[in-house]
């Protein structure tokens, strides 16, 4: 686990995971990081390693640390240049171990983009810096919101919902696909995944009335896939695709913008929504928000979300040892 | 309530609901419709009544029901021209009624577009007939959806995607809010309603970031309308606007179209959530589905919607009376 901005939240909910072990029945875990900005705000017991392997043997005991360079002063809640460069650094040496396979898999702790810019970072998120780490083209990998009944990727990600229109296409919406199904079998062993897609339109264009992108884009998508063998049905009404009976017949939901995906698992699974990036080889997962640092140095950060990234990146990278 | 088209699956809802009319305290309601509509699918009793005022006493023993042009021949499930006509005249008459005072309000049952459209109905839906027969403009209605622990209401409605930038103004948002305002004063007796509003891109736009769509339409709304002295928060991002802490915190959400307005009430709220019309002298719900002609005839519909839409109309009934 990289431990993210030290200014930010990371650092505590990190250590309250770790508190959190035994009645989560997490998987053994180090984290990459400045030991200070734990020390800033818990005082747990700690224990520096200099392998990967020192720490499933230490886990009950302690939480295993991997010190990066340090990241100077320490103001939870006052991001700094320095901080940056360490969040990077314990972000680069956490993927680094993944790779290598010193370690099962990476969980990333939230960043702040904008100090990251100002030390040169030129990627758009930790995602695309990982991809690059791993070798995969960004098109290539998918963003999946996993919550405990309801998975979810969006096609198109950060970007206007007045451009949404015209970057969806049907290659898009195949390569996000595939990827999907990759991701369904490889992380979660399901073996003939059932997809679903939203269209894009009230009640998914009324056949063209209220719009045609499903008529002319969807549907080639979903008629291409289905050719290639794929179980997927769509393009469904999105507003009556996420209650309980519907949610029970496709084991991801494939939507085509930001909101779409990420209102229905936040409006479920506020709290253990975990951001899972498929089509790499290294399991990557990450809490699914941000470095809240008006939140951080005052002990009331919620480590649910974390929690919920450590036990699924778990469960991930035993379902890829198992296939291996 | 009005049957809406007799080969859907109204007339069934309509005496399923009066059916369960103990165990969901539903106010005394009357249908207005053809009885064989009824008959065809339901062997209760049926009183007919020639005037409002019998319903009450007949209530606890029949469902009482008065007849409109009779519709021909009925079959469950296969909706024709006679059928649409009798829709008509049941929405028509029933809108009288509640306008007349003779009525609490109106629960309308869901009509075949197509075969309206065919004999020359000529309003995009019953809405924009009520409002007009009401004497109001449409743009001076909203549609509400509500369910027990959340309450939307969409500025746009059935417009394709692609066209919701351009449509949204700050006049129309600010309209929108005034008409939800009054709306859960009179029609749910909350004195000094909190609203939010969501903003349009992922994470409201991040400042400009993602689509200026919040800095230079919403934003100036929101303004405008609390320096009316609304109580109106946003814009937000609307991922994290629907769990539970947030709903807590405002009485509806304004969104800003159809997909986000209706995804998260119905992912709560599927067999439960009621559209209302705020804005119209007459109180007026409808459940949120529609004819549903493939299940029409077979005793499988279900009748929550209906229910829920009966007793919220009842419980908007009751606050107008008091404050009148």
């Avoid at 370690?103 to 810019?117: C, E, F, S, W």
């Avoid at 949404?164 to 996000?176: K, S």
């Avoid at 290294?282 to 649910?304: E, K, M, Q, S, Y």
Wanted: a negative charge.
């Amino acid at each position: 686990m990289s431990l993210g901005d030290p200014a930010g939240i990371g650092p505590e909910i990190a250590a309250k995971a770790w508190a959190a072990r035994d009645a989560h029945r997490l998987p053994p875990f180090f984290v990459v990081g400045d030991c200070r900005s734990l020390e800033a705000v818990w005082n747990g017991p700690i224990e520096r390693i200099a392998d990967p392997a020192e720490a499933a043997a230490l886990f009950p005991r302690a939480l295993p640390l991997m010190q990066v360079e340090d990241a100077g002063a320490i103001v939870p809640g006052e991001p700094n240049l320095a901080g940056a460069r360490c969040a990077l650094d314990s972000l680069e040496y956490a993927v680094g171990l993944a790779r290598s396979g010193a370690a099962a898999g990476v969980v990333t702790g939230p960043v702040a983009k904008a100090q990251l810019y100002d030390i040169g970072f030129s990627h758009p998120g930790q995602t695309e810096f990982i991809a690059e780490r791993c070798g995969v083209a960004a098109e290539n990998v998918a963003m999946m919101l996993a919550g405990p009944t309801l998975r979810t990727v969006p096609v198109t990600i950060h970007v206007a919902l007045a451009d949404v229109p015209a970057l969806l296409t049907t290659e898009l919406i195949v390569a996000r696909a595939r990827v999907t199904e990759r991701g369904l079998q490889r992380d979660f062993g399901i073996a003939a995944p059932r997809l679903a897609i939203a269209g894009l339109n009230p009640h998914a264009g009324e056949n063209g009335a209220i719009g045609r992108e499903e008529l002319e884009v969807v549907m080639p998508a979903v008629a291409q896939l289905r050719a290639e063998g794929m179980d997927i049905e769509g393009p469904l009404a999105a507003d009556t695709m996420f209650h309980p009976r519907a949610r029970a017949r496709y084991d991801a939901a494939l939507c085509l913008y930001h909101d779409q995906a990420l209102i229905p698992i936040k409006t479920l699974h506020f709290d253990e929504g975990v951001n899972l990036t498929l089509g790499l080889p290294i399991v990557r997962a990450a809490p699914d928000h941000g470095t809240a640092f008006g939140l951080a140095g005052r002990d009331r950060a919620d480590p649910g979300a974390f929690v919920a990234a450590i036990g699924l990146a778990g469960h991930c990278a035993e379902h890829r040892a198992r296939a291996a």
